[in-house]
């Protein structure tokens, strides 16, 4: 089969989360498979131009029909560890991807809506003709709507979608003007509650939900999100939409990529380690502790990665530094802020803290010590309020870092409690969960895992080498993926 990915990341190159290792891991996982890939993305300006190879001019003059004119794009193509990837470049004077960042402009809605815009027209004039268009996340909902409604009248009938959601909560909200930019004109036919309009807010288009209506099918990043997506309040608004639609929606549960994600091949590691070798985790642990200039002591490490979000359970991560250096343990946190007042206010604790030699917080985003803190921490929390899949629990589970999270998403179907578990024996367990909100669920599950470190030491070691066993890579999920795009391409 021949698939073309539409996304606004491709780790390692663009990545602010998750959807960017997906991308990259799915996409290399199907061409294993023997199928052909292709990766259509914006050309930032600040993506790591490090990570791409033979980086060249594709396509010269494409014009892309914008509010009536045109916008004159360049389409470079180069290799991101082996994935072929082509980055659209406009030559206008709106920068839309000049902006040294990937998202959080006040105009990331007309960016994202004109890149869209650009891959189907590229795809158009460069006569590329894929079986299956994958588009993911609100940033390329359009993708479905103008090919259904646009350019399968030029030549693109044959062209199936799939459209991924990885997390409902951002959902791409535009006026009307989005319209005559696309060239989507019938405002009347389009601005309705059957296509674009938002359930809730009705003067704003919602791009999700037109990804949703338009696709040939949905899904989201595992199966119990989507059941919570359907039956719980976690779609943000979009359930009554999700209902309709429901013979056409379902979960697949996210998976890593092995070559990425392996402790015993990381390079950004200095002491390689597996199962066997588990007792070479304590020098990575010695390495971290020297590069965050850590207390050097036989404290446990617990750590938090990720994006300094509300999503994420910030109060609960706050918390959960407090309460693990009173418990006895040492913290480390890597995170990037997503708003002005979460990033002052770890910046605060930043400093309030400096002086403390068993925490360390790292308010920025780096891939390299990210590696460095999975396989140096004992433990990984993850105490988010909704998580669609997560990937930090399914990275620490391989690097034997012992997870203790929130039971909500995809959560719930990889973290199985070492004391409390109705579905798995002992010995199939990997972690610790606790499912209220508050500061106490929380805290009794960490207690729970440092007493374990302490008192029974030998146990703690058992219980991360089961999550060590588990296989979270993208075998099983790849062919879910490709089972859809099969049954949509023959329907
Ligand atoms: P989300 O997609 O909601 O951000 P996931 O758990 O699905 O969360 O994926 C997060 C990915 O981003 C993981 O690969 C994690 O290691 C990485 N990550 C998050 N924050 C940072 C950071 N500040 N520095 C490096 N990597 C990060």
Redesign the pocket.
């Known amino acids: 089969m021949y698939i073309v990915q539409i996304a606004s990341e491709c ?1 390692p190159v663009i ?7 997906v991308v990259y891991g799915l996409s290399r996982e199907l061409e294993a498979r023997g199928h052909s890939i292709e990766i259509i993305l914006p050309k930032y300006n600040n993506m790591r131009y490090d990570h791409i190879w033979g980086l060249h001019d594709a396509y010269q003059d494409l014009c892309v029909p914008w509010y009536g004119d045109r916008i004159h794009c360049s389409v470079f193509c180069g290799w991101v560890h082996g994935r072929l990837c082509f980055f659209i470049e406009p030559h206008s004077e709106d920068f839309y991807f000049d902006r040294g960042t990937y998202y959080g402009c006040d105009d990331d809605p007309l960016r994202f809506a004109f890149f869209s815009k650009a891959a189907l027209e590229f795809l158009l004039k460069s006569n590329k003709r894929p079986d299956v268009i994958h588009c993911h996340d609100w940033q390329t909902g359009l993708v479905p709507v103008m090919l259904y409604e646009m350019y399968q009248h030029h030549g693109m009938e044959h062209q199936r979608v799939l459209y991924t959601i ?2 409902f909560k951002h959902q791409g909200f535009a006026g009307t003007e989005i319209l005559w930019a696309t060239g989507l004109n019938r405002e009347a036919y389009y601005f309705h509650y059957d296509r674009l309009r938002d359930n809730f807010n009705p003067f704003s288009l919602n791009f999700m939900k037109g990804g949703i209506v338009y696709a040939n099918h949905v899904n989201t990043v595992s199966p119990h999100h989507a059941w919570e997506a359907m039956h719980e309040d976690c779609s943000f608004g979009l359930g009554h939409t999700l209902h309709l639609k429901g013979f056409k929606f379902s979960g697949i549960l ?1 998976g890593i990529d092995p070559k990425i994600w392996n402790p015993e091949t990381d390079d950004h590691i200095p002491s390689p380690y597996s199962s066997a070798t588990f007792e070479d985790k304590t020098l990575n642990q010695k390495a971290l502790r020297e590069k965050l200039l850590l207390r050097v002591c036989d404290k446990p490490i617990v750590a938090f ?3 300094l ?1 509300d ?2 359970g910030m109060h609960l991560v706050h918390h959960a530094m407090y309460h693990a250096l009173n418990r006895g343990a040492q913290f480390v946190l ?3 802020a997503t708003d002005r007042q979460t990033n002052d206010w770890f910046w605060h604790e930043k400093h309030f803290l400096n002086d403390n030699p068993d925490i360390h917080l ?1 308010l ?4 390299e ?2 590696h460095l803190i ?1 396989a140096g921490a004992n433990m990984m929390v993850v105490p988010s309020k909704f ?7 399914l ?1 620490s589970l391989r690097y034997g870092t012992v997870p203790v999270v929130r039971g909500v998403g995809g959560l719930v179907s990889t973290v199985f409690d070492w004391d409390y578990d109705n579905e798995h024996p002992r010995e199939e367990r990997t972690g610790f969960v606790f499912y209220d909100t508050d500061q106490y669920a929380m805290e009794s599950a960490l207690n729970r895992a440092i007493d374990l470190y302490y008192n029974e030491p030998q146990l703690f070691q058992q219980l991360a080498l089961q999550g060590m066993q588990y296989d979270y890579s993208w075998k099983n999920s790849g062919e879910e993926y490709i089972a859809i795009y099969d049954r949509i391409r023959h329907r």
Request: charged content about 20%; glycine content about 16%.
């Open positions: 780790a990545k602010a989360g998750g959807l960017g290792d990885h997390n996210n990665i990720g994006r979000d999503q994420k890597l995170g990037s790292e920025s985003f780096n891939e010590l990210a999975y998580e669609p899949c997560g990937l930090t629990q990275i």
